[in-house]
């Protein structure tokens, strides 16, 4: 079973509009990550955002965490064609096993 | 090379033989990591090497299922008498870490797998 569920499962944009992406988990976690995973390719790390931090940026990637509603948002601004992908929230499972649960993942598709 | 590499990259096999699947890490990661992910879906553990331990394959789907890293770099995830349900991507990370928490996981392009 999956940890997490990201809502939309599917999202269609202009080029250069913002995307926003949301991902609920179930159980408490020390850490979230988001991937970004292209068609036919493995899955690239995003960024990290820990238990104790609400807000997180990276060029023009930001990332939002709520703990106390288990979720988290991946905001992409400003988006390019090349930002086309399957976008993937995950969370490490720590009790009894060093592992990363995966959702089931948002399809993002920017129109030119 | 600088980063997973995974082979082959497709592999067709019939119903009932068994298949071989190679992951080359990134040089010194510790952490190993196999996930099978089927089509429109997210990435399902399966197993988890810290150098040359298994220490999680909890899961692997079946006894079908056996991965090795017997010197602590390169991996073979083996499923023996394939079954259609098998088809799928595998895909193969590592990590520097030990802590699966701390440390972002670096993935391979993977195998695509298809059993007719």
């Known amino acids: 079973s999956q940890q997490g569920e990201e809502d939309p499962q599917a999202l269609s944009i202009q080029e250069g509009e913002n995307a926003t992406m949301n991902c609920s988990y179930k159980t408490s976690i020390n850490n979230l990550q988001w991937y970004r995973q292209n068609s036919g390719r493995g899955l690239v790390h995003l960024i990290l955002i820990r238990s104790n931090e609400r807000e997180k940026h990276s060029g023009r990637l930001r990332v939002t965490l709520d703990t106390s509603k288990k979720s988290s948002s991946l905001l992409i601004t400003a988006s390019r064609a090349a930002d086309t992908a399957s976008y993937f929230c995950?969370?490490?499972?720590?009790?009894?096993?060093?592992?990363?649960?995966f959702g089931q993942g948002t399809r993002l598709t920017i129109n030119p | 090379g600088a980063g997973v590499s995974q082979s082959p990259r497709y592999k067709v096999a019939k119903r009932g033989q068994d298949v071989a699947l190679r992951c080359d890490p990134i040089?010194?990661?510790?952490?190993l990591f196999w996930y099978q992910q089927a089509l429109g879906q997210g990435p399902e553990f399966l197993t988890y090497f810290q150098n040359e331990a298994q220490l999680d394959k909890s899961g692997l789907p079946s006894d079908r299922f056996f991965a090795e890293r017997p010197e602590g770099s390169v991996s073979t995830l083996k499923i023996q008498r394939t079954q259609q349900e098998d088809s799928a991507v595998y895909l193969c990370?590592?990590?520097?870490?030990?802590?699966?928490?701390?440390?972002?996981?670096?993935f391979g392009d993977g195998t695509r797998l298809s059993i007719l």
């Open positions: 995950a969370t490490p499972i720590i009790q009894g096993a060093q592992k990363l649960v």
């Open positions: 040089s010194g990661h510790v952490s």
């Open positions: 990370a590592s990590s520097f870490s030990r802590t699966v928490s701390n440390q972002p996981q670096h």
